[in-house]
C-alpha cells in the first residue's frame, strides 16, 4: 500500500525558516518523480514544486522561486522541502504527492497533509 | 498561467441524481485534465486522469470528458459519499494550474 506521510509543520515567525518531511513507503520511490500541493484556509490548491524521480531536475512556482528548495534522498525514500524567508501568505497545509512517470503532473497519491502557520 | 474556471462553484443535489462540474480553461490544454475529490477531513483524492481515464478503484458512476478550453467530470447517480469538494487540474504547462473548486451539498 502507498503511504506518503508528511512531517516538521507548525508555527513559525515571518522571515525564519521551516523544513518539511515526506516519508514514502510502498513503491519504489527512485522511480517517481514527487511534488508538493499546498492549501491555504478556505481556499483551494496551488502546486508549489516538482522534483523528477532522480533529483535531477525542479520545478517552482513563481512565488516561492528562490526562498523554497525540493530535494529527495532515494536511500531514504524522503522528499523534502525547505523553506526559507516565510511569509504569511505561505500558511497553509502542504500535501506531499507523487507524480507518475507515465502521467507526470498526474498526483496519483497524496498524503494527509502538514499545516504550516506562518505568524509573529 | 493558464487560469481554470470551474463551475458551479456550489451545487445542492440528491442521492441518486446525476451531476455535471465544469471546467474551463484559459487557453487550449489538449486533454492535460485531471480531477480531484477533496473530504471534509482533507483527504484528497485523485478521480481521473488525461480527461477522461479513470483513476485505479474510482466508482463506474464517474466520468470525464472534454476537449481545448472545456471539460466535465459527470457522478451518474450520487452516492452519500460522493459529497465532497472537487477540483480540476491542468498539467498541460507550468505552473500546474487547479480550478477554484465545487462543492458537492446534499439538498
Known amino acids: 500500500e502507498v503511504q506518503l506521510v508528511e512531517s516538521g509543520g507548525g508555527l513559525v515567525q515571518p522571515g525564519r525558516s521551516m523544513k518539511l518531511s515526506c516519508a514514502a513507503s510502498?513503491?519504489?520511490?527512485?522511480?517517481?518523480?514527487m511534488a508538493w500541493v499546498r492549501q491555504a484556509p478556505t481556499k483551494g490548491l496551488e502546486w508549489v514544486a516538482t522534483?523528477?524521480?532522480?533529483?535531477?531536475?525542479?520545478y517552482y512556482r513563481d512565488s516561492v522561486k528562490g526562498r523554497f528548495t525540493i530535494s529527495r534522498d532515494n536511500a531514504k525514500s524522503t522528499l523534502y522541502l525547505q523553506m526559507n524567508s516565510l511569509r504569511s501568505e505561505d500558511t497553509a497545509t502542504y500535501y506531499c504527492?507523487?507524480?507518475?512517470?507515465?502521467?507526470?503532473?498526474?498526483?496519483?497519491?497524496w498524503g494527509q497533509g502538514v499545516m504550516v502557520t506562518v505568524s509573529s | 498561467d493558464i487560469q481554470m474556471t470551474q463551475t458551479p462553484s456550489s451545487m445542492p443535489a440528491s442521492l441518486g441524481e446525476r451531476v455535471t462540474i465544469s471546467c474551463r480553461a484559459s487557453?487550449?490544454?489538449?486533454?492535460?485534465l485531471n480531477w480531484y475529490q477533496q473530504k471534509p477531513d482533507g483527504t484528497i483524492k485523485p478521480l481521473i486522469y488525461?480527461?477522461?481515464n479513470l483513476q485505479s478503484g474510482v466508482p463506474s458512476r464517474f466520468s470525464g470528458s472534454g476537449s481545448g478550453t472545456d471539460y466535465s467530470l459527470t457522478i451518474s447517480s450520487l452516492e452519500p459519499e460522493d459529497f465532497a469538494m472537487y477540483y480540476c487540474?491542468?498539467?498541460?504547462?507550468?505552473?500546474?494550474?487547479f480550478g477554484s473548486g465545487t462543492k458537492l451539498e446534499i439538498k
Open positions: 488525461y480527461t477522461s
Open positions: 510502498g513503491f519504489t520511490f527512485s522511480n517517481y518523480g
Open positions: 504527492t507523487r507524480d507518475p512517470p507515465i502521467h507526470k503532473g498526474f498526483f496519483d497519491y
Open positions: 522534483i523528477s524521480y532522480d533529483g535531477s531536475s525542479t
Open positions: 487557453q487550449g490544454i489538449s486533454n492535460y
Open positions: 487540474q491542468q498539467y498541460d504547462s507550468s505552473p500546474l494550474t
